[in-house]
């Protein structure tokens, strides 16, 4: 049994479409349900309710072995940063990255790709991203939000 979230979002809703075609066994989270393909409803089990909430996703993997997890983009207008929706929306156990290695070569995945997954875990966790400091000559004059407010409003709104 595989458990789905986002299943009517534009990458769920792809994934769900491929396990219902392999003939998996299938169980998604919906916040609301009517909105689902008839397709889905036919052969999907469905938890209503929202994979932010504990209870839902406890009593949408009982039983389950996978899970596809997805968090959701914040909502437009969402006053926080993307970082604090992300982590709120996020519960997450730190495991170390030989067991990640060593996890994802029993379920199948290449030498090659965990090897390349821990390496890059490692790059990530020894500040990779935070290299290049963000300042006037490394990033954009204007936020993307700005860009919106000034280029694209009115253009598309004359
Ligand atoms: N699509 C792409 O090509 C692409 C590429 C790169 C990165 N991403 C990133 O991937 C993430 C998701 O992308 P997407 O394109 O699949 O998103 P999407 O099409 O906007 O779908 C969002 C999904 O999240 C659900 N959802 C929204 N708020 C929720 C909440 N509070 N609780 C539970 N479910 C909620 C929606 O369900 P409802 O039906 O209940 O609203 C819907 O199924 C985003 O962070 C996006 O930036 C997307």
Redesign the pocket.
Known sequence: MIVIT???????RQVLDRVLDSGEAVRVI???PS?LPARVRARAEVVPG???DAGVITKALAGADRLFW????PPFGHPGSAERYYLDFTRYRQVAVADRQAAMLRRGASQAMAQAMADMTEAQNNGIYDAEPRGPDSAAATSFRQWCHDTLKPAVQP
């Open positions: 986002t299943p009517t979002g534009q990458i769920g919906a916040r609301d909105r929202s994979h932010g997805l968090v959701p983009p």
